[in-house]
């Protein structure tokens, strides 16, 4: 026969994941959006350096952030995050791509995340998530689909600055 002793529960809860990113599985073709971002508040000071840090590293060193100028706490033109300064650019949203984080890296690319507001749901968040990234269907990101014949090779930076896409996970 096994004892069982019982002990004191546990006061430590399991840590809340330091980043709430998905982002978008390698394919053929360039996506309009190349992950999603549900940060917990709208403290951009808190919630970026730690999104950034969870990037991979074949995104290089982002030198430039982008973000709707309504949707976040007020910031700094510029921070210190991961040794490197980052500049942070606040402009309206665009009606073509609500709520987006934007980010920048010299020589490597463009990337776009769409944002989950905070205060979403679980289910509402994994539903944004599931249309953002379901490359499935063209224009699942609401946009239209990328044309094929103008892409390019993945991993080069096209004239329009984007194209640049590396594996994610």
Same mark, same amino acid.
């Given at each position: 026969?096994?004892?069982? %002793? ?6 430590? =809860? @399991?840590?809340? !994941?330091?980043?709430?990113?998905? /982002?978008? &599985? ?44 309504a949707a976040w706490s007020a910031a700094p033109g510029r ?6 300064? %980052? ?6 949203? =665009? @009606?073509?791509? !609500?709520?987006?984080?934007?980010? /920048?890296? &010299? ?18 968040a994994a539903l944004l998530t599931t249309a953002a990234l ?36």
């Open positions: 026969m096994i004892a069982t %002793v019982p002990t004191a529960p546990s006061t430590l =809860s @399991p840590p809340l !994941p330091l980043v709430r990113l998905r /982002l978008a &599985p390698h394919g053929a073709l360039p996506r309009r959006i190349d992950g999603v971002w549900w940060p917990y508040s709208r403290d951009l000071l808190t919630q970026l350096p730690k999104m950034l840090a969870a990037l991979p590293r074949a995104w290089g060193d982002i030198t430039g952030v982008t973000v709707d100028a921070m210190f995050v991961a040794n490197q300064v %980052v500049r942070l650019h606040k402009a309206p949203a =665009s @009606p073509h791509a !609500p709520d987006r984080v934007v980010l /920048l890296s &010299p020589g490597l690319g463009r990337w776009d995340l769409q944002v989950i507001p905070p205060d979403a749901t679980e289910e509402a379901d490359d499935r269907r063209p224009g699942a990101d609401g946009e239209a689909p990328a044309p094929t014949a103008a892409a390019g090779p993945r991993g080069r930076v096209g004239p329009t600055g984007r194209g640049t896409r590396a594996p994610r996970w």
